[in-house]
């Protein structure tokens, strides 16, 4: 799957556009476009660094469309609508983990100075809701790096330019 991110002019909707396996190809909506690094890419990049199989991107990929997104061309799959409610059912519990997961990578991306003993910290707080959820504070240190150099990649683009992923896989 190619999820391609253009940089639109300040205060416009924000987008990407999902380009799935199957031919199929959606705008998913996001926030509001500025100079800061999308939610979207965030949570891409956290579950690609962290290697979950089973959170939002992963859930796109085996077809959920979420109400954010927006059918742009090619032949839907024959109950495409009941595949995807089938699956956000069994994606919810998973897509929970990866929403905290991010939302702890993105937190230790704003660290001035990552140590594992602030990873850890973050972690019990971030994920206190998840208590059998343990994480290596180095995989962590690791994704929140990766997410500053397409911070910085983001911050670097023009208006009209764009940064496109390969799902699983690394940017392009």
């Known amino acids: 799957m190619r999820v391609t991110f253009p940089r639109l002019p300040d205060h416009e909707r924000a987008y990407a556009l999902v380009e799935r396996d199957d031919g199929v190809v959606y705008r998913l909506y996001g926030g509001v476009a500025g100079p800061r690094l999308p939610h979207d890419i965030m949570h891409l990049v956290a579950e690609r660094e962290l290697r979950i199989n089973d959170g939002i991107w992963a859930g796109i990929a085996a077809g959920v469309v979420f109400e ?6 090619g032949r839907r799959p024959p109950h495409a609508a009941e595949r995807s409610r089938d699956l956000l059912r069994r994606f919810s519990e998973q897509g929970l983990r990866a929403e905290l997961l991010a939302d702890l990578v993105a937190s230790v991306a704003a660290l001035e100075t990552m140590t594992q003993d602030k990873i850890r910290r973050l972690a019990r707080a971030k994920l206190a809701v998840l208590p059998d959820c343990e994480v290596d504070a180095v995989e962590i240190a690791a994704a929140a ?6 911070a910085a ?3 670097r683009l023009r208006v009209g330019e764009e940064l496109s992923y390969e799902w699983p896989g690394k940017a392009g």
């Open 68 to 73: 954010s997104m927006c059918h742009v061309s």
């Open 145 to 150: 790096r990766a997410l500053q150099v397409e």
């Open 153 to 155: 990649r983001w911050a």
